[in-house]
Nanobody
Framework: QVQLEESGGGLVQAGGSLRLSCAVSGRTLFNYVVGWFRQGPGKEREIVAGIDRSGVGTYYADSVKGRFTVSRDIAKNTVYLQMNSLKPEDTAVYYC????????????????WGQGTQVTVSS
C-alpha cells in the first residue's frame, strides 16, 4: 500500500513562494509517477505538474510553466513542488498522487492520493 502526505501549504502574499512536499511511503518512487494537482473553490481538480519514474521527465500545466518546479529526493522518497511568483488564482487545495504508469498521466486517474494541503495567495 502506498501512502502520500503533503505538507508546506500556507498563506502567502502575491509574488511570494512556497515549497510543497509529498512524502511517499510504502513503495519507492522508482515505481510511480507522481503528480501534483489542485482544486480551487468551485473548480474541478486539475493537474499542475508531474514527474516520471526516472525523475527526468516532467510535466507542467500552461498556467504554472516558468513559475513552478517539480523535483524529487530519492533518499527521502519525497517529491517537491517549488512555487514561485504566486498569484491569487493559485489559491487551492494542493494534492499529490501516485500512479504506477510508465509515463506521466495528466488526468485525475491516479491510484493513490494524499489528503491535500491548503495554499492561499492574498492579493
Amino acid at each position: 500500500q502506498v501512502q502520500l502526505e503533503e505538507s508546506g501549504g500556507g498563506l502567502v502574499q502575491a509574488g511570494g513562494s512556497l515549497r510543497l512536499s509529498c512524502a511517499v511511503s510504502g513503495r519507492t518512487l522508482f515505481n510511480y509517477v507522481v503528480g501534483w494537482f489542485r482544486q480551487g473553490p468551485g473548480k474541478e481538480r486539475e493537474i499542475v505538474a508531474g514527474i516520471d519514474r526516472s525523475g527526468v521527465g516532467t510535466y507542467y500545466a500552461d498556467s504554472v510553466k516558468g513559475r513552478f518546479t517539480v523535483s524529487r529526493d530519492i533518499a527521502k522518497n519525497t517529491v517537491y513542488l517549488q512555487m514561485n511568483s504566486l498569484k491569487p488564482e493559485d489559491t487551492a487545495v494542493y494534492y499529490c498522487a501516485a500512479h504506477p504508469a510508465i509515463g506521466i498521466v495528466t488526468t485525475t486517474n491516479y491510484q493513490y492520493w494524499g489528503q491535500g494541503t491548503q495554499v492561499t495567495v492574498s492579493s
